[in-house]
Structure formats: structure tokens, C-alpha cells
């Protein structure tokens, strides 16, 4: 039996990628949810708090903003860390996901000295918990000091 030549192939080839590539594009495109839970602080920018990503939830970073006046507080490094891990705990919650099922934090801070006053507080929220983290030490463009954001996993629960 003869074999089918390159350009055939290539044609067959072709016409399948097309095919996945339709298939994963509609099926992520149904996945993907821009999320904005009642009683959270109103995002400063175009950005949505949160989206779910399939099994994922993406949250956009938090600041220190106070939930009752929805102006950002300024404070020491510990009144600011417990506001913006406050938010992200806020917005878990109003999406059924919980800081339990945090995977990733990434913490941002405008001093490294103020490293470890923030994870007293860090550690008030996460526990025994622990999920990966990432801290960098960042210039920002309001007078904060802090800004956590983070991924959480909740295998199809949430």
C-alpha cells in the first residue's frame, strides 16, 4: 500500500490541529469566570477581583483598604497586612473557596525590613496551612506598604 505523500499528511495534520485547537479554545472559554463577590472592596482599576479558572481561583492582589469606608488605611506594616489578607479572605469566601485551599501567595512589600512583622500577621491568617509563597520587595504606586495576592485550588468543590 502506497504511503500517503508529505503534502496529504501535512493536510491531515493540519485539519486536526485545527480541530484541538477549536476544542480547547470553546472549552476555555466556558471555564473562565470573571468573579465580583458582594461586600468586597471596589477594585481600583479595570481588573476583576477574582477568576475562576476551572478548578482554580485567581485573586487579584489586595491592599489595605478598609471594607467599611472603601478607602485604602494607611498604618504600620501589620495593620496594612491584616486589611489586605482580610480582603483576599473575603473574596474566597464570597466565591465558596477558602483560605484552607490558598495554593500560592505572592506578597509584595515596599521595605524588606518590614518583612517580618508582616508574617506574624501572615502566619495569624495561613497557619498551619502554608501555601507557596513569593515576597518581593517593590516600589508602588499609591502610599501603601503591602499587596497579597494569591491562587487557590478547589478541586471542582467551589
Do not use: W
Request: hydrophobic fraction near 40%.
Amino acid at each position: 500500500m502506497p504511503t500517503p505523500s508529505f503534502r496529504a499528511r501535512a493536510g491531515v495534520e493540519k485539519s486536526l490541529d485545527t480541530a484541538r485547537t477549536s476544542a480547547c479554545a470553546t472549552e476555555t472559554s466556558t471555564m473562565i469566570e470573571r468573579l465580583s463577590p458582594p461586600g468586597i472592596a471596589t477594585p481600583r482599576g479595570p481588573y476583576s477581583p477574582a477568576v475562576r479558572a476551572g478548578d482554580f481561583i485567581f485573586v487579584s492582589g489586595q491592599v489595605p483598604v478598609d471594607p467599611a469606608t472603601d478607602k485604602i488605611s494607611p498604618g504600620d506594616i501589620q495593620h496594612e497586612t491584616r486589611l489586605a489578607l482580610t480582603n483576599l479572605k473575603r473574596i474566597l469566601d464570597g466565591v465558596g473557596s477558602s483560605l484552607d485551599d490558598v495554593v500560592k501567595v505572592s506578597v509584595f512589600l515596599s521595605d524588606s525590613a518590614d518583612f517580618a512583622r508582616m508574617n506574624e500577621v501572615y502566619t495569624e491568617f495561613f497557619g498551619v496551612v502554608k501555601p507557596a509563597r513569593t515576597t518581593i520587595v517593590c516600589k508602588f504606586m499609591a502610599d501603601i506598604k503591602v499587596e497579597i495576592d494569591c491562587v487557590a485550588f478547589t478541586g471542582g468543590r467551589a
